[in-house]
């Protein structure tokens, strides 16, 4: 559930970005290459938080 989440808000919020950028920048809004560029900009935060976040380790104690 966590990886859709960041994948709607990466989306959604690519979209915004992707809208106001064109509209500053009196360009045009390309829907589909905003949709990819958002999309893999949430692939690589889920991997970044993947492999970023150090692993616990659980210790047996020996008695």
């Known amino acids: 559930m966590r990886y859709i989440l960041v994948l709607l808000w990466s989306f959604l919020l690519g979209q915004v970005?992707?809208?106001i950028g064109?509209?500053?920048n009196s360009g045009s809004y390309d829907f589909m290459l905003?949709?990819?560029l958002s999309?893999?900009?949430g692939v690589i935060i889920?991997?970044?938080g993947q492999f970023?976040?150090?692993k616990k380790?659980?210790?047996k104690?020996?008695?």
């Open 34 to 36: 905003t949709t990819i």
């Open 46 to 48: 889920l991997l970044i």
């Open 57 to 59: 380790e659980t210790t």
């Open 22 to 24: 064109g509209a500053l």
């Open 39 to 41: 999309l893999a900009t």
């Open 52 to 54: 970023a976040l150090p």
């Open 17 to 19: 970005v992707g809208y």
């Open 61 to 63: 104690s020996v008695e």
